[in-house]
């Protein structure tokens, strides 16, 4: 008794040798059909079986191994690196304008399109260090710039000549 696989995808069977033989003349399965016999544990092709290799025309079908790492690569998102490396260089220099924003812009970018793809990106928390990094620098240089207005000479006349 057998079970095959049919063009539709269907499983069928168990099904006798004289049925699978009355198949292949009438050309409803053919060498590269998956088939399962009694007590196997692997599915092959009907082309393999040596009860039905003698029914078919040609060489018997070749299996080809899986390649090995034949699984997609995941990539990192090159906003996310780019994010990262602006935030990181924005809390390193005194001034971090640009980069600030700049890093700010990339981290959201890679966050919204790691997010909103099916196959997931690396990156996730490149991005998101970038974003901190970008926004604690971004608010310190803000807070800075007011800060050093205030305090700036002509401010301070304008206050010590209104006492």
Known sequence: MYKIIGNDGKTYGPVTAAQIHEWIVQGRVENRTAALRDG?????????????????????????????????????????????????ISCACCCGCPFNILGLIFSIIALVQINAQK????????????????ATSLLFNFGFGIFHLAMTPANLSWHLGAI
């Not at 092709?45 to 699984?71: D, Y």
């Not at 196959?119 to 970008?134: D, F, H, N, V």
């Open 40 to 88: 196997a544990v692997e599915w092959t092709f009907l082309g393999l079986l040596p009860e039905f290799a003698s029914s078919f025309s040609g060489p018997p079908p070749v299996i080809i191994p899986p390649k090995i790492g034949a699984l997609p690569t995941r990539t990192t998102n090159g906003f996310a690196t780019a994010g990262f490396v602006c935030g990181i």
């Open 119 to 134: 196959q997931k990106q690396e990156g996730w928390g490149l991005a998101l260090a970038g974003l901190i990094c970008s």
